[in-house]
């Protein structure tokens, strides 16, 4: 989990509130990710940016709302349009470098409870 | 559309026994193939992976994985199980998503559970 910092680890909300979670590197890497795992569904891809300024839809974007104002920080917002929010969701981060291979590095997660 | 299957939901092994994940992929061009792991309520950690040269790839952990071709499949191998290496497994694949972008597409993970 080194390098990558996401907080809280559990957050709980109650229905129709938005909440943002947070996810921090310090690798200096240029490409993140967001997230969602459910219990026997592995991990599907909510958002990503490969770079500052920049940020683009993954496979269940509906729901969730990113930016990428510093290159170190990318965070979540999970809106109250989320149907059913409750997921454990995890960061991941990769250097971007030309010919690199995109190994991900990932957070230690925040687990979501919708009340 | 370019995916990785992981055919098993559980593998249960005895501690000591050499321990097999599976993982098949589908996807046009050479993969690039990946194998993580997650202990309960963390983040996934990389084991190892596959890009271009010999087969068999040694990971982390005494983990190694195999790739072969002809099989589609990257199966996840240990000679001897250990009770520390109950966890979930992910095999995962990089997908182009455009303009010389990728993404990981992952399998929905393996529980693997050592016996003592």
């Known amino acids: 989990d080194g390098g990558i910092t996401q907080s809280p680890k559990y957050l709980f909300r109650k229905e129709g509130q938005n909440v943002t979670l947070s996810c921090e590197q310090n690798?200096?890497?240029?490409?993140m990710y967001w997230y969602r795992q459910d219990p026997g569904q592995g991990l599907r891809l909510i958002y990503y940016?490969?770079?500052?300024?920049?940020?683009q839809k993954g496979d269940i974007a509906e729901g969730y709302s990113v930016s990428r104002e510093k290159k170190e920080s990318f965070p979540l917002t999970v809106t109250s349009a989320q149907k059913n929010p409750t997921a454990f969701y995890l960061c991941?981060?990769?250097?971007?470098?030309?010919?690199?291979?995109?190994?991900?590095?990932f957070g230690p997660g925040t687990r979501l409870t919708v009340l | 559309a370019q995916s990785v299957a992981q055919p098993e939901d559980q593998v249960n092994v005895a501690e000591g026994n050499p321990l097999t994940v599976k993982c098949t992929y589908s996807?046009?061009?050479?993969?690039?193939l990946f194998w993580y792991v997650q202990y309960p309520n963390r983040g996934l950690q990389f084991l190892l992976k596959?890009?271009?040269?010999?087969?068999l790839v040694k990971g982390s952990y005494g983990f190694e994985a195999e790739f072969n071709k002809s099989q589609t499949s990257f199966h996840l191998k240990k000679p001897s199980a250990l009770v520390s290496d109950s966890a979930l497994y992910f095999c995962?694949?990089?997908?182009?998503?455009?303009?010389?972008?990728?993404?990981?597409?992952f399998g929905k993970g393996t529980k693997l559970s050592v016996i003592p």
């Open positions: 991941a981060s990769t250097p971007r470098r030309q010919g690199g291979t995109d190994t991900q590095y």
């Open positions: 690798l200096n890497h240029d490409a």
């Open positions: 940016s490969q770079i500052v300024n920049d940020f």
């Open positions: 996807v046009s061009g050479n993969p690039y």
């Open positions: 596959y890009i271009t040269g010999d087969n």
């Open positions: 995962a694949v990089r997908v182009p998503t455009g303009a010389g972008s990728y993404q990981l597409t």
